[in-house]
């Protein structure tokens, strides 16, 4: 698929994303918007995956370690087509299989549970080991917060996934410079996330996150890459593609939508 049709899945996936939260009224918005454009490369070029068989063996993974950005992920899976468009309209709700943060055990098409943030890139250096093991070519991709990685367990996981050699492992970082209650930088910098995981022994790359050129070539470095991880910082703004969204700021982690702000983002989105 190439870049153009790669920017528009990325901008369906902000479409039915918004949609989702705005149907049920709240919901984490900001963190969802800004990764679209990584969700869009991953499943619809670099992933090998099959929606009609979501637990093949030898599939590549996608831990989303962040994983209140939920709804994100489940506009993605449903556009890939692993289960109806119309699921995405029960969102959170009651007995849904579409919760708030990822879970494995619900969702067709997701790798790992999160939401007890600094967990799932554990899961992902677990993962990737265990493919190597297995010698079944697969890869693993993980993206985390850059709030996020204030957790230790994140910085334990990058050490062993370089004690590990782990080349078939991809970590993205959404670097939106927001957290819940305010910039990462006010709270506790990650300043410089890319000098930082070259430090650790990643093999690096500082993009825009919005560019899906970037994103593309970047994955493409890593897979000429032995012996060591890739970390993909991707500078990016929470809320991208809805102006009040992205304007709201770090107000824009948990967003309440009232119905004419639905009707807004969307047509902002079309
Ligand atoms: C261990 C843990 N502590 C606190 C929270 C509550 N929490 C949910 S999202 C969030 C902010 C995360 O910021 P960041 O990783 O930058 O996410 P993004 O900006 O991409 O939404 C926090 C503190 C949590 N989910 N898990
Ligand atoms: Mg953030």
């Not at 995956?49 to 209140?68: A, C, F, I, Q, T």
């Not at 050699?165 to 506790?188: A, C, R, S, W």
Request: with cysteine; proline share 3%; charged share 25%.
């Amino acid at each position: 698929m190439g870049t153009a049709e790669l920017r528009n899945i990325a901008k369906q996936i902000r479409y039915y994303t918004t949609d989702e939260i705005a149907t049920l009224g709240v919901g984490h918005i900001g963190g969802s918007l800004s990764i679209a454009d990584v969700l869009a490369v991953l499943y619809f070029k670099e992933m090998n995956v099959d929606p009609k068989n979501p637990n093949m063996e030898n599939r590549d993974r996608l831990v989303v370690s962040k994983g209140h950005a939920g709804p994100a992920v489940y506009a993605t899976l449903a556009l890939k087509g692993y289960f109806p468009m119309e699921e995405l309209k029960t969102l959170n709700v009651e007995g849904t299989n579409l919760p708030s943060h990822c879970d494995r055990t619900l969702t067709p098409g997701v790798d790992m549970t999160a939401g007890s943030l600094g967990q799932g890139i554990s899961a992902a250096v677990g993962m990737a080991k265990a493919c190597k093991i297995f010698e079944n070519g697969a890869r693993v991709f993980c993206i985390i917060g850059d709030g996020e990685s204030q957790e230790g367990q994140v910085w334990e996981a990058c050490m062993s996934a370089v004690q590990l050699k782990l080349d078939n492992l991809v970590v993205f970082m959404d670097y939106n410079k927001m957290q819940i209650d305010g910039t990462t930088d006010e709270i506790m910098s990650v300043e410089n996330p890319a000098e930082r995981f070259r430090a650790f022994g990643f093999n690096v790359y500082d993009i825009d996150g919005h560019d899906i050129d970037a994103i593309i070539a970047s994955i493409d470095g890593a897979k000429q890459v032995k012996d060591k991880p890739t970390m993909i910082v991707l500078n990016t703004v929470k809320g991208k593609g809805v102006s009040f969204v992205e304007q709201a700021l770090v107000d824009c982690h948990s967003m309440n939508f009232t119905a004419e702000q639905k009707a807004a983002a969307l047509e902002e989105l079309k």
